[in-house]
């Protein structure tokens, strides 16, 4: 099974992306959704995740400007991405954590650069 990511590119800053996540076959225990961002000779780190409940966490250098939402049973998850910064640009993975067994998957990534 495969995360396949979309809706990445090029963007001025203050501007907006829509990223989006599918499974390409169904995963079953899905108890969290999330996307990452690795920006070049930094850490991965967590930008936003949401629980089968729906229940949001961000990172507080997004909050207020980012919106995850997602359905689990339905394998998807998305990333609004609105006022976008220089500092938003970095490759996003999104990341779906399966309860039983435990387990990670992990998109390929897509870019996101925000430049004038």
């Known amino acids: ?16 992306l829509r990223l989006s996540c599918a499974a390409s076959a169904t995963i079953f225990g899905i108890y ?9 000779g930094l850490q991965r780190e967590l930008v936003a995740d949401i629980t089968s409940g729906g229940s949001t966490n961000y990172a507080d250098s997004v909050k207020g400007r980012f919106t995850i ?29 399966q309860s039983i067994p435990s387990r990670d998957y992990w998109g390929q990534g897509t870019q996101v650069t925000v430049s004038s």
């Open 1 to 16: 099974v495969q995360l396949v990511e979309s809706g990445g590119g090029l963007v001025q800053p203050g501007g907006s």
């Open 32 to 40: 969290s959704m999330g996307w990452y961002r690795q920006a070049p």
């Open 69 to 97: 939402s997602g359905d689990s049973a339905k394998n998807t998850v998305y990333l609004q991405m609105n006022s976008l910064k220089p500092e938003d640009t970095a490759v996003y993975y999104c990341n779906f954590r």
